[in-house]
Each structure stands twice: as structure tokens, then as C-alpha cells.
């Protein structure tokens, strides 16, 4: 069901420069505009209090989704990425080590939980855009559909533990 799920998205890859285009900034480059983003959101808090509440949130958030529940998990399996099982060139470079959970999911699902506990607006833009990023990055060739899955269940987790850790 993965792969077929897969082929599906990636099938569409090479078929138009606009769609190419869109997939490889969606896939490498949408990430800066929403740190950018989150960080004046952040800043544009009125206390002191919100602000270091928020940054820690955010801190703890992303520490535990990224830095060690995604590395625990592919510490202890190892799934391959599509261009090595499948033997293709992908859109964007592509590291060659373990895809599940995925990295970027598991980031920037992390920071839209976060933004979305600070601003519920803002937040389902987020979740929107780490979306497409998902979908982008299998896309493009350097993700199964269940890395991007798996990322975002382990962000999603992390963040509410993170706001659970902080509000006690």
C-alpha cells in the first residue's frame, strides 16, 4: 500500500517544469519561510512571560520530535529511502540514511503544534504547509508516504508532551 501510495505521488514527477518546481521548493525551501515566520510570531508576543513560555514550548517541542525520538527510532530500524530501494535519481539530494520517521515531518509538524497552541489561525497554516511538504518530499522521491506519517504522529506526540511538561 506504501509504495503503491508512492508511485501514485511520484508518478507525477518529470512531467511539468511547474510541478517540478513547485514539488523541489515545497520539499527543501517552504521550511525557512515558516521558521521565519514562527519567529515574528514568537517575537510579536506582548509579555516577557508569553514569550519565554513560548520559546520553550517551541525549544522542547522540536528537541524532543527531532533530536531524539526520530534518531531513537531510526537508531533501532532502519528503513531505506525510495531513490535506493527503487534505484532513481531524486528531484533534491538526498541523504542516504534511514527515512522513517522523517526528519522534516517530524520537525516542522512539531512547530505547527506549537503555533497552533499559541495561535489557532496560524497554527492550520502551518499544519497546511507541513503538509504539502510532506506530500512534496514523497514527491520528489526522497520519502515513503509512512516516513512523512510517522514524523508527524512523533511531532504531534512530542508537542503535547512538551506543553504538558511546561504547564505543570
Do not use: C, P
Given at each position: 500500500?506504501?509504495?503503491?501510495?508512492?508511485?501514485?505521488?511520484?508518478?507525477?514527477?518529470?512531467?511539468?517544469?511547474?510541478?517540478?518546481?513547485?514539488?523541489?521548493?515545497?520539499?527543501?525551501?517552504?521550511?525557512?519561510?515558516?521558521?521565519?515566520?514562527?519567529?515574528?510570531?514568537?517575537?510579536?508576543?506582548?509579555?516577557?512571560?508569553?514569550?519565554?513560555?513560548?520559546?520553550?514550548?517551541?525549544?522542547?517541542?522540536?528537541?524532543?520530535?527531532?533530536?531524539?525520538?526520530?534518531?531513537?527510532?531510526?537508531?533501532?530500524?532502519?528503513?531505506?529511502?525510495p531513490f535506493s530501494v527503487l534505484s532513481f535519481e531524486p528531484l533534491i539530494d538526498g541523504v542516504n540514511q534511514g527515512a522513517f520517521p522523517s526528519g522534516h515531518a517530524a520537525f516542522y509538524f512539531a512547530l505547527a503544534g506549537?503555533?497552533?497552541?499559541?495561535?489557532?489561525?496560524?497554527?492550520?497554516r502551518f499544519i497546511g504547509a507541513a503538509a504539502l511538504m510532506g506530500l512534496a518530499r514523497i514527491f520528489v522521491g526522497v520519502h515513503w508516504p509512512l516516513d512523512i506519517a510517522g514524523g508527524a504522529l512523533v511531532a504531534v506526540l512530542s508537542a503535547f508532551a512538551a506543553k504538558r511538561i511546561l504547564d505543570k
Open positions: 500500500m506504501d509504495q503503491k501510495l508512492f508511485n501514485l505521488i511520484h508518478s507525477f514527477a518529470g512531467k511539468s517544469r511547474l510541478l517540478d518546481f513547485l514539488g523541489i521548493f515545497f520539499a527543501d525551501y517552504i521550511g525557512y519561510f515558516l521558521i521565519i515566520i514562527a519567529a515574528a510570531l514568537l517575537f510579536s508576543l506582548k509579555s516577557w512571560k508569553e514569550k519565554y513560555y513560548s520559546f520553550a514550548l517551541l525549544a522542547l517541542s522540536l528537541i524532543l520530535s527531532r533530536g531524539i525520538l526520530t534518531e531513537l527510532i531510526r537508531y533501532f530500524y532502519h528503513r531505506s529511502r506549537v503555533i497552533l497552541f499559541l495561535n489557532k489561525k496560524w497554527g492550520w
